[in-house]
């Protein structure tokens, strides 16, 4: 649905008390729209829009809409729910949040997109670092809280810029309008709404198709999968990578004495000496995306420098949440296997004791068909504990559990033990945990709960 937003002047948000909604709601005020909101419970962040002069209604009642010109409501809310059901009935415009937020990308001259199977958030963040460090005064909307925005995990910036992170779940990041369009990696994820893997490429092809001749696509050359959808695109083409031919390549990569990596990046013109202060070798792609973003737009090589530097981390990717008798925990919002794998990788590279995992999967859908790759994702582990999956948006048909998952890592790599509930690995844990040793806690579901309990 495209409304004319131009005509619109007073805009009603069902479920504003949401991170994406909040930051959308945030943007129109000062944008220079009446904004209003309703959220089924009170919160910190509801609290936080009334003071800066957004009312929120907790509950949801017809008469919260009356007077709104549109009404933008989340995912979660159902057809059913009263305020949208008197919208419908006062022929009211009613749009779902991530329609209205690619709405919103058509007011900015220079939207940048970040989409990919895997490392999203990270990149969206590090581009958001750097121009702010440029000076550009940049919107943001992003997938976690970040130091670097004060905690939010969005900016009101008053310049043509609009950094956002492109989520290809049910296809949404096909209703942004971005100058810019970034695609990290493509990789078998959300089967629950893609068919397969062809189907997965053609979404992201059809990304690649929405910026103009006069904008830009930025590839991963070491990604097989991105390289197959890069032609016949009207926009101009960057690419990045380490092990192939690419615009912007990493060399002389060093790992530092405190796990984190410098290198060059360099194109055939220039060099930038970098250091990341985030842990992983894969943060290399993320920062040589971020990089080919930043001199597509002709930022200053010290503000590049800067800003990697400065990104210390996204809430949940590697997040160093406390210790419990002298074991370090981090937790990480990590999903899906490759990303498993990446995480451990991270956590080998810092650390020779034991490193215990606490996995929550995600979805049955996802766990179902998965499950082969789940399987070998945990061999760098010392010893993981599969919880119940959390099933978020789904029901348990039974099509999958986590203990068979336990069963079959244990057969694979016989380190598995399956525990129901997060108390159980809490008691499990306090037990059998030593000094020296890392705990991670991985899952996009409430299991980053363990760990933060445990480092108090």
Same mark, same amino acid.
């Given at each position: 649905?495209?409304?004319?937003?131009?005509?619109?002047?007073?805009?009603?948000?069902?479920?504003?008390?949401? &991170?994406?909604?909040?930051?959308?709601?945030?943007?129109?005020?000062?944008?220079?729209?009446?904004?209003?909101?309703?959220?089924?419970?009170?919160?910190?962040?509801?609290?936080?829009?009334?003071?800066?002069?957004?009312?929120?209604?907790?509950?949801?009642?017809?008469?919260?809409?009356?007077?709104?010109? &549109?009404?933008?409501?989340?995912?979660?809310?159902?057809?059913?729910?009263?305020?949208?059901?008197?919208?419908?009935?006062?022929?009211?415009?009613?749009?779902?949040?991530?329609?209205?937020?690619?709405?919103?990308?058509?007011?900015?001259?220079?939207?940048?997109?970040?989409?990919?199977?895997?490392?999203?958030?990270?990149?969206?963040?590090? &581009?958001?670092?750097?121009?702010?460090?440029?000076?550009? +005064?940049?919107?943001?909307?992003?997938?976690?809280?970040?130091?670097?925005?004060?905690?939010?995990?969005?900016?009101?910036?008053?310049?043509?810029?609009?950094?956002?992170?492109?989520?290809?779940?049910?296809?949404?990041?096909?209703?942004?309008?971005?100058?810019?369009?970034?695609?990290?990696?493509?990789?078998?994820?959300?089967?629950?709404?893609?068919?397969?893997?062809?189907?997965?490429?053609?979404?992201?092809?059809?990304?690649?198709?929405?910026?103009?001749?006069?904008?830009?696509?930025?590839?991963?050359?070491?990604?097989?999968?991105?390289?197959?959808?890069?032609?016949?695109?009207?926009?101009?083409?960057?690419?990045?990578?380490?092990?192939?031919?690419?615009?912007?390549?990493?060399?002389?990569?060093?790992?530092?004495?405190?796990?984190?990596?410098?290198?060059?990046?360099?194109?055939?013109?220039?060099?930038?000496? &970098?250091?990341?202060?985030?842990?992983?070798?894969?943060?290399?792609?993320?920062?040589?995306?971020?990089?080919?973003?930043?001199?597509?737009?002709?930022?200053?090589?010290?503000?590049?420098?800067?800003?990697?530097?400065?990104?210390?981390?996204?809430?949940? %990717?590697?997040?160093?949440?406390?210790?419990?008798?002298?074991?370090?925990?981090?937790?990480?919002?990590?999903?899906?296997?490759?990303?498993?794998?990446?995480?451990?990788?991270?956590?080998?590279?810092?650390?020779?004791?034991?490193?215990?995992?606490?996995?929550?999967?995600?979805?049955?859908?996802?766990?179902?068909?998965?499950? +082969?790759?789940?399987?070998?994702?945990?061999?760098?582990?010392?010893?993981?504990?599969?919880?119940?999956?959390?099933?978020? %948006?789904?029901?348990?048909?039974?099509?999958?559990?986590?203990?068979?998952?336990?069963?079959?890592?244990?057969?694979?790599?016989?380190?598995?033990?399956?525990?129901?509930?997060?108390?159980?690995?809490?008691?499990?844990?306090?037990?059998?945990?030593?000094?020296?040793?890392?705990?991670?806690?991985?899952?996009?579901?409430?299991?980053?709960?363990?760990?933060?309990?445990?480092?108090?």
């Amino acid at each position: 649905m495209d409304i004319n937003i131009d005509n619109t002047k007073k805009i009603h948000m069902v479920g504003i008390g949401g &991170v994406s909604m909040s930051g959308i709601a945030d943007i129109l005020m000062n944008l220079g729209y009446t904004v209003t909101g309703s959220d089924a419970n009170e919160s910190d962040i509801t609290k936080r829009l009334e003071t800066q002069g957004i009312p929120v209604k907790i509950g949801h009642f017809p008469e919260n809409v009356h007077g709104a010109d &549109v009404v933008v409501y989340t995912a979660a809310v159902k057809q059913d729910n009263p305020e949208l059901v008197e919208a419908h009935n006062l022929n009211i415009e009613t749009i779902e949040r991530s329609d209205f937020l690619g709405m919103l990308t058509k007011l900015y001259k220079e939207t940048i997109a970040i989409s990919g199977t895997h490392g999203k958030t990270t990149t969206t963040s590090m &581009v958001s670092s750097i121009f702010l460090k440029a000076a550009t +005064d940049p919107t943001i909307q992003v997938g976690a809280d970040l130091s670097v925005l004060d905690g939010l995990n969005y900016r009101v910036g008053k310049s043509d810029y609009f950094i956002v992170e492109a989520c290809e779940y049910v296809r949404s990041f096909l209703k942004f309008f971005p100058r810019t369009a970034v695609v990290l990696n493509i990789e078998e994820e959300h089967l629950d709404c893609y068919k397969d893997l062809e189907d997965i490429k053609n979404a992201f092809n059809s990304f690649l198709d929405i910026p103009s001749e006069n904008g830009t696509i930025i590839l991963n050359a070491d990604d097989s999968d991105c390289m197959a959808i890069s032609q016949n695109h009207k926009a101009k083409l960057i690419t990045f990578g380490i092990d192939n031919s690419a615009t912007w390549t990493a060399t002389n990569i060093q790992k530092n004495l405190d796990g984190t990596y410098s290198f060059t990046a360099k194109n055939d013109s220039e060099e930038l000496n &970098v250091k990341l202060s985030v842990f992983g070798y894969h943060n290399i792609y993320n920062a040589l995306a971020a990089i080919a973003v930043s001199k597509s737009y002709n930022l200053p090589n010290e503000a590049i420098i800067a800003g990697l530097l400065a990104f210390g981390g996204a809430k949940r %990717r590697f997040e160093y949440v406390g210790t419990y008798r002298g074991a370090k925990i981090y937790d990480d919002y990590a999903h899906h296997p490759t990303e498993i794998k990446a995480t451990l990788k991270t956590a080998k590279a810092i650390n020779n004791k034991k490193i215990w995992v606490v996995f929550q999967p995600h979805t049955y859908s996802r766990t179902h068909t998965l499950f +082969d790759k789940f399987v070998t994702a945990f061999e760098d582990a010392g010893e993981v504990i599969v919880l119940d999956i959390y099933a978020a %948006r789904e029901k348990d048909t039974g099509i999958v559990s986590s203990r068979q998952l336990a069963t079959k890592i244990n057969e694979h790599s016989n380190n598995a033990v399956y525990l129901s509930t997060i108390p159980e690995a809490l008691s499990y844990l306090k037990a059998k945990m030593k000094h020296g040793d890392i705990l991670l806690t991985i899952g996009a579901g409430d299991v980053t709960n363990l760990g933060r309990k445990l480092g108090q």
